[in-house]
């Protein structure tokens, strides 16, 4: 039985047999049977992480640890509302930072991507709407069909089970899922990991 520990652009968090080629971190958000509970964060630092660093092992949802959260690949947890960790992914951490224009403590920096990707008690994505001409590559769309990645000027319909075939890059105002903080890295440069081809099984 898989754990409900996959998150989708969407924030959603899932059951499902599809693995990850990145995690993250949002703190403790299960119980002690492994069941997630109605919160979605305990603290604004949301990280996304390499999956295997300086030979480190973890038990999946134990007790009493930060629950391990997995990802399709970076931009779908850059769309989710995470970063790149400043431990495992230093090099990223930075470059992301950099193209954000950010500098300073990186505690302020979550809060001001918390504000951007979270509606305040509700526990749920913040959403904005956009031209779909202004949103540069790696950012994530949710059109009628669903979640779809904008990447070399093609659209791509994102399931839990990875990417569909390209389709045409929409036009007109949409509604955006990465949040306007990242969307700013990505316009200045940041390239995040995006596996198109990768099948999750």
Known sequence: ??????????????????????????????????????????????????????????????????????????????????????????????????????????????????AARAVPRRFVQRRETAEAASLPDGGFLLLDTGPALLWHDALYPFSPHGYGPAQNRPSGNVTVLTPTPTLNALRAGYKPQVALSRPLA
């Open 1 to 114: 039985m898989p754990l409900q520990n996959r998150v989708q652009p969407t924030g959603d968090i899932l059951a499902h047999p599809a693995r990850g080629c990145i995690m993250g971190n949002r703190g403790i958000l299960h119980d002690p049977d492994q069941r997630l509970t109605h919160r979605r964060w305990r603290h604004k630092a949301w990280v996304c992480c390499r999956l295997a660093f300086k030979s480190r092992r973890r038990p999946l949802m134990a007790p009493g640890a930060y629950t391990e959260l997995f990802f399709h690949d970076e931009a779908v947890a850059l769309a989710a509302g995470h970063r790149p960790c400043a431990e495992c992914r230093r090099s990223d951490f930075t470059a992301f930072l950099a193209a954000a224009d950010h500098s300073g403590p990186v505690a302020h920096f979550d809060a001001r991507l918390h």
